[in-house]
């Protein structure tokens, strides 16, 4: 049987050097470890698993918080990703600052106060990352954006490389009805974080 990081490593793989995809990596190796992970990249092949730690009432809380939408488009991801690469080199400022957000983000969600400073360093990220590229957002992805934003989302993502897709909102729990109503245009898609990650459901060896 694979391991998660065997499994990881085949997903890699396969979208970047058999089917020729410019995507990261990071997505491939939360699918097959699943939870919270602070993941490092080193030289062409290191992959380092960092899990977090996070109290179950803090995890509760924060699930609590978030919600999901589905904006009615899908993208090519790979052309998205492939301009952010080009643009890389100009863009040095807004990586190293969106990098350390990690750190931020992790002490947020290890302390006991009040989340929202969680949702206000998402809506910083989010503005970096459309930064990147006139391709991570759209005039439509804007205006559902700030449509939740008026209605009591403090911050919020395109979730992958961008352009379409889900698009996820933190949102204090007794403002969410209004958000929802407020994109009554778009799919709600309720969800629970995953611990376990990736399963195989069936394997047969090559004899």
Request: charged share 20%; net charge negative.
């Amino acid at each position: 049987m694979p391991s998660k990081m065997q499994l990881a490593r085949d997903a890699i793989h396969i979208e970047q050097n058999m089917i020729g995809e410019h995507v990261g990596s990071q997505d491939q190796v939360l699918a097959a470890f699943g939870g919270f992970s602070r993941i490092g990249f080193s030289g062409e092949h290191q992959i380092e698993i960092r899990p977090v730690t996070i109290k179950p009432q803090r995890l509760e809380l924060l699930q609590n918080h978030l919600m999901l939408f589905f904006t009615g488009f899908s993208r090519a991801a790979s052309e998205i990703a492939e301009e952010q690469i080009r643009q890389t080199p100009q863009k040095r400022q807004e990586l190293t600052r969106m990098s350390r957000m990690v750190d931020e983000a992790i002490d947020i969600l290890n302390r006991d106060d009040d989340l929202l400073e969680f949702g206000e360093l998402l809506h910083e990220s989010w503005q970096l990352k459309r930064s990147l590229s006139n391709k991570v957002s759209t005039p439509y992805i804007d205006y559902v954006y700030e449509t939740a934003t008026h209605a009591g989302a403090t911050g919020g993502k395109l979730l992958g490389a961008g352009g379409a897709g889900f698009i996820l909102f933190f949102v204090k729990p007794e403002l969410q009805p209004k958000v929802k109503a407020s994109l009554r245009g778009l799919l709600h898609v309720p969800f629970q974080f995953e611990s376990s990650g990736s399963h195989i459901i069936f394997n047969e060896p090559v004899s």
